[in-house]
């Protein structure tokens, strides 16, 4: 389809504002642009249709099904699209007095106190625009912590060469050198290896319970036990507990702070990536190192990004925790994890499951034996199943499963979804040994074909230019 | 009790027997029985949706919405057109993630490609990415951009915006990074201290131009000073203010940064807002976050895709630029829009009428006895008055439903934007008259 540019009109419009009602003001020459502002010119019809025709062109999870692993795209209910947009939220202003904000204030204390209660955590920020975010501020907490201690020799985060690669780019943002741990045969904490890694230069471990493999590390409060014994904290990376909300904390586990994508477990759109919110969670003798802003709140203390955070989210997440309450909460959990297991064991006719046993709320195809079969890869599946509709699992993650797939059905999924999937992956199990060019060719019924990766990386168009 | 779990408990219990399990306890046979919850949640009981929206509706009556607003610093109460309410709205765009499958995905990469140009178009620099969180996390990123080995320090101006200062402290906390405020003078960055201050080992200068008082930098000046010194030049600015003011790259910037909020966000209380960066095409690999490419796909037709991710956190680890993953893409997606629904001309008379309003408004408060302007630089919409009562004057205001300036130092902070009419401003200097009478 076209650009916007291209079909942008010249003199087309919309009537937005009335005429100026004041005398105009004239800034000194030297001041003003001297380019041109080739905005597109569009009338209003122009610009419904054309933001129209891309949204055919996008898939949602409340278009259909998207198991995409690790990201939790569960259904994003309406009611928190509405109630983000109530004025009395969307219109205030942040540096409002105090008594204007009591409303925004006790959403945020709500919030904290539900999503305290919810992690076994005393203290929580909403600052973190993000989960990598969110990360940056827990890791900043256990700098902090270790600094004010005067305990400065402690250089190292540990981290499993299973985590997300958010994890190590946080602990290199917050100045530490990254210890990649090697994962057990069984996908867990190799406990070992742990002990080999721990020692008193070490200022923490950063830990996703369940895994990325979507496994429950059974050996928790044994891996939490060991670093504290070293004085290290222990950070629990929160992209995973939709899991376990409501019938495990990771504070009962011994994590010391956490973040919690609110994008993934409490529903909040992704927004096509983004906005989402990272809120922080920590014990109660790392609450005086939350961060907070400069200017609502006063000099002094760190902060990772203006005002209290991307609060129009944390509203939603607050509408979806009061919608769900104290039973919701740990239903959504098990049914998340229910889901996932019986996907796993339709699918497991067909592809092998990296590791063959219970899982948590996602689980991890190895395709690796596969594609030695058939010559199809995991990346040939993943194509196919766009053309079937289905959005496909993430790929080739996390990097210790080799040809992976990772799905997470969510708990939002009916029955009825998850045998249509597992019936696509049959067929495609099939198809690679009846006719895998077919595959290694796929989507053939999308938007586009399979695009050209090296090309876009190696001359770069990153901007639209009039021929 | 609400629940967005589509399946029956007759249906639940089937699909546990599917998988030869004959309760929901046994999904969780890993956990250690010691650990799990043994009481229900301390939350209130699940509800319908009605309760749901009274509950938060009552939260949000708790707020005050003001009919006027002449409080900036930092989030801006412009205009948002209907249709920038309504088309990011749409739940494939709300409900999709990043876009890693681009065959799915052409929609949401094209709307940040044209965010991109758009970005390009305004500011005049060369690539700009697919955003970060917001303004403070961009200049904090854009820091990180200009260091090596040698050049390890940052300076930022004292009349950045404090939020933004202290951001890019932390991230230099995290990194174990100098940074070094450079001081003002007379409500602008001192020009002298600046030179003084471009030692050998600094990397960059973060100049905010309209500034936190509103002035306007002499920015070309102050980069050249930075370029002389073989330091980079990140110019923070307002992207409304760019209809009519010298682009960051009229004004030599490597790297520009801005809080996206005022292309159609509403306030909300502080986000979610838009981080926007751009840059010279030869810091185009090191910019981070996401970037969207056009290539061809199979069939040799134009087709849109994440690029460039070799900078990025999931393929380069603890080497990679940045950590960010989730960026704020639907705010990129309704900047786009509200630059698309402006247009170049609807863009110049919204800048126009900001810098109108707020030079009458300025005229009508520095006209009443005991009313004097602070600092007597060029603004767009923002400017600090010193004023006896200022509390008491801000009150009067807040009585009115008039969300009066910010206070700032000794003085007020006032902003207007395109969306007060003369009326409201009139009325607004009534009552300060009224209070210092």
């Known amino acids: 389809m076209k650009l916007i540019f291209e079909k942008s009109m010249a003199g087309h419009r919309c009537t937005l504002l009335p005429a100026c009602d004041v005398p105009e003001v004239e800034l000194d020459s030297a001041l003003l642009r001297e380019s041109e502002l080739p905005l597109p010119e569009l009338s209003e019809q122009e610009i419904s249709r054309h933001y129209t025709q891309l949204c055919r062109r996008v898939h949602g999870v409340n278009c259909g099904f998207y198991p995409l692993g690790s990201c939790t795209m569960k259904y994003n209910p309406r009611i928190d699209e509405e109630m983000a947009a109530l004025p009395g939220f969307a219109s205030v202003h942040p540096l409002a007095p105090e008594k204007a904000t009591e409303g925004c204030r006790e959403v945020l204390d709500v919030a904290a106190q539900y999503l305290c209660e919810i992690t076994g955590m005393d203290g929580m920020t909403f600052q973190p625009a993000a989960g990598a975010h969110g990360e940056f501020t827990g890791v900043l907490l256990i700098k902090q912590y270790h600094r004010s201690r005067g305990d400065l020799g402690r250089t190292k985060i540990i981290v499993p060469d299973s985590a997300h690669g958010t994890n190590p780019a946080t602990a290199a943002m917050c100045g530490f050198e990254v210890v990649n741990i090697a994962s057990a045969p069984d996908g867990c904490v190799d406990l070992e290896a742990l002990k080999a890694a721990l020692g008193p230069d070490v200022a923490g471990l950063m830990l996703t319970n369940p895994n990325t493999v979507g496994l429950f590390d059974e050996n928790i409060l044994e891996i939490t036990r060991l670093v504290h014994e070293c004085g290290g904290l222990c950070y629990y990376d929160g992209a995973n507990l939709n899991a376990v909300m409501g019938v495990v904390r990771p504070g009962d586990m011994g994590f010391d702070c956490i973040h919690m994508n609110l994008h993934k477990t409490f529903a909040t759109p992704h927004g096509g990536g983004g906005p989402g919110a990272g809120a922080v969670g920590c014990k109660a003798f790392l609450k005086d190192f939350l961060p907070r802003s400069a200017l609502m709140e006063g000099e002094g203390r760190l902060q990772v990004r203006s005002f209290a955070g991307n609060f129009l989210v944390v509203v939603r997440a607050l509408t979806y925790l009061l919608t769900l309450g104290r039973e919701g909460v740990p239903e959504a959990a098990i049914n998340a994890v229910l889901n996932a297991n019986y996907l796993m064991r339709k699918i497991r006719g067909s592809f092998t499951p990296a590791f063959d046993r219970t899982c948590m709320h996602e689980f991890v195809l190895d395709l690796s034996a596969f594609k030695k079969e058939t010559g199809v890869s995991a990346l040939d599946v993943a194509k196919s199943l766009i053309d079937r509709g289905m959005h496909p699992p993430t790929m080739y993650f996390p990097l210790i499963v080799h040809e992976a797939l990772m799905l997470e059905p969510t708990e939002t999924e009916s029955r009825e979804t998850l045998d249509e999937a597992a019936a696509i992956f049959r067929e495609l199990y099939d198809l690679a040994f009846r006719d895998p060019e077919q595959m290694h060719t796929a989507p053939h019924n999308a938007q586009i074909g399979r695009p050209d990766e090296v090309k876009a990386a190696r001359s770069p168009i990153l901007r639209w230019t009039k021929e | ?437």
């Open chain 2, 1 to 437: 009790m609400g629940s967005y779990v589509p399946a029956t408990a007759a249906e639940r219990q089937e699909m546990l027997q599917a998988i030869g399990m004959r309760s929901e306890k046994e999904l969780y046979a890993d956990v250690p029985a010691s650990m799990l919850l043994d009481r229900p949640l301390n939350l209130p009981a699940g509800k319908s949706e009605l309760e749901v929206r009274r509950e938060m509706e009552a939260l949000a009556a708790k707020n005050k919405v003001y009919a006027t607003v002449l409080r900036g610093a930092g989030a801006y109460d412009h205009y948002i057109p209907s249709i920038v309410k309504y088309i990011p709205a749409k739940e494939e765009f709300l409900t999709a993630y990043t876009p890693y499958q681009a065959e799915m995905s052409q929609g949401i990469l094209q709307s940040i490609f044209e965010y991109q140009t758009m970005i390009c178009d305004l500011t005049g620099m060369d690539v700009s990415n697919a955003s970060v969180y917001d303004g403070a996390t961009a200049a904090a990123e854009a820091a990180a951009m200009c260091r090596d080995r040698k050049r390890t320090v940052t300076l930022i101006s004292a009349a950045a915006h404090p939020d933004v200062i202290n951001t890019v402290r932390t991230y230099c906390y995290g990194t174990g990074h100098e940074l070094r405020v450079v001081p003002c003078r007379d409500g602008r960055t001192d020009s002298e201290a600046l030179k003084e201050m471009l030692t050998e080992d600094v990397a960059s200068f973060i100049l905010q131009s309209p500034n936190f008082y509103g002035q306007i930098e002499d920015a070309k000046a102050l980069g050249e000073l930075v370029h002389a010194a073989k330091a980079q030049f990140v110019l923070s600015f307002n992207p409304i203010s760019l209809a009519l003011l010298a682009t960051p790259g009229e004004c030599g910037a490597d790297i520009a940064v801005a809080e996206g909020q005022p292309l159609g966000l509403p306030m909300g209380w502080g986000g979610p807002y838009l981080g926007i960066m751009a840059s010279t095409g030869k810091l185009m690999r090191k910019l981070p976050g996401r970037i969207v490419g056009q290539t061809t796909d199979s069939r040799g037709e134009r087709a849109f895709v994440l690029s460039l991710q070799a900078r990025e956190q999931h393929i380069r680890r603890e080497k990679a630029s940045s950590n960010i993953c989730s960026n704020e893409a639907l705010c990129a997606l309704t900047a786009g829009l509200y630059l698309a629904t402006l247009g170049p001309d609807g863009l110049k008379e919204a800048a126009k009428q900001c810098l109108a309003k707020a030079h009458y408004l300025c005229g009508a408060l520095c006209a009443i006895p005991g009313v004097t302007l602070k600092y007597s630089g060029p603004f767009f919409h923002e400017f600090l008055t010193v004023l006896p009562k200022r509390d008491e004057v801000l009150a009067a205001l807040d009585d009115a439903g008039i969300l009066g300036g910010l206070p700032v130092e000794d003085g007020i902070l006032w902003c207007a934007t395109e969306k007060v009419s003369r009326a409201e401003l009139d009325r607004a200097a009534a009552i300060v008259k009224e209070v210092l009478a």
